[in-house]
């Protein structure tokens, strides 16, 4: 089925590969800006017209496609925004070729699931603005090494959530400003230590024992929600508060990964000397599902006391005795007088 919508002098469409013999996006004549194609992992060879250098096109969306390699013909010279959902290609050189030949793409949509028959999704895009994956559904984890490996100097916003990649690789991502990243990946620390450009993040990572190469320096950095997901994500946390010198809001919280550890946290080491954010920076400070354990409430009170520029802390917490929880907080010492404790 062909459906067709006017959209600013041009034309949409939502193709039905059923009904190619009578494509109308084979007719030259046709300008469309954007075009959504779906199958069920049939192999799909795109129109020629679609694939033409001198086509208008502007967004393209492809969905459970069994996707035919590129050829001479394809060149989307107009195309800015790409959506690969659960797109089976034919090797993990096939994902290059179709980027390559979209030189002013800028933003990139990618859903990975179990049909996906690629071991290493590369993404080296010049021109990349805005990238978003999801790889949080699937039948099982591949055995062989697998996930992605980005080189986008020109990003600025990033979404990850991914559960089943052991490869993460970010490369040359200098004007990354903003990044919401999910994993469950047993080489952070190839990807958290190159995204040093990042002003907010929100981060949740099952492995945080070596978080990031020493010496990294988040200087840019200003607004960090972090996941309280494993037991040691307070050694992430003192990394990032002794490197991310400038940082104003810390919000602390238990995401809805699939793999939440309801585990007490272990042992909290204070730091040796007050990060400089606690001391000159911090101005608001959240902590939501908050439970009160012992090695909670020490982290919680140290950063109350250190914190002599805070605003306001607010604690939210969803146990049964979340009064008495918050009691215990009511009189700690603060490093700033004009901090407003609020409970929720």
Request: hydrophobic residues 40%; contains cysteine.
């Amino acid at each position: 089925m062909l459906t067709q919508k006017k959209s600013f002098g041009r034309l949409s469409a939502v193709i039905n590969p059923l009904d190619y013999i009578i494509n109308p996006l084979d007719n030259p004549w046709f300008d469309l800006s954007e075009v959504s194609i779906e199958s069920c992992y049939g192999s799909q060879t795109l129109p020629r017209s679609l694939r033409s250098r001198h086509w208008n096109l502007k967004t393209l969306k492809l969905k459970k496609l069994s996707f035919v390699d590129t050829d001479a013909y394809m060149w989307f010279e107009s195309l800015k925004t790409l959506h690969l959902l659960s797109v089976r290609f034919s090797d993990d050189k096939s994902v290059q070729r179709l980027l390559s030949v979209c030189p002013k793409l800028e933003d990139l949509v990618v859903k990975r699931t179990t049909y996906v028959n690629v071991r290493i999704f590369s993404i080296n895009v010049p021109s990349l603005r805005s990238l978003s994956i999801d790889y949080s559904w699937a039948v099982s984890r591949p055995a062989d090494v697998h996930g992605f490996v980005i080189d986008a100097p020109s990003l600025r916003f990033m979404n990850i959530k991914d559960h089943f990649s052991n490869l993460l690789q970010f490369e040359n991502m200098p004007k990354l400003v903003k990044a919401n990243v999910e994993v469950d990946c047993d080489l952070s620390e190839k990807f958290i230590g190159s995204i040093t450009s990042i002003q907010h993040i929100s981060l949740c990572s099952k492995n945080s024992k070596i978080p990031y190469p020493s010496g990294t320096s988040f200087f840019y950095l200003e607004h960090l929600e972090l996941c309280t997901c494993s037991q040691d994500w307070w050694n992430l946390l003192n990394r990032i508060l002794e490197d991310a010198p400038r940082l104003q809001v810390l919000k602390l919280k238990l995401g809805n990964c699939v793999q939440c550890s309801t585990e007490l946290m272990d042992y909290w080491n204070e730091p040796c000397s007050v990060p400089k954010c606690l001391s000159s920076h911090l101005e608001i400070f959240e902590w939501r599902h908050y439970k009160g354990t012992k090695q909670e409430r020490k982290v919680a009170k140290y950063i109350l006391a250190k914190a002599s520029c805070l605003k306001v802390a607010i604690f939210s917490s969803v146990c049964i005795e979340k009064n008495l929880i918050f009691k215990k907080l009511e009189n700690v010492d603060r490093g700033s007088k004009a901090c407003e404790l609020v409970f929720q």
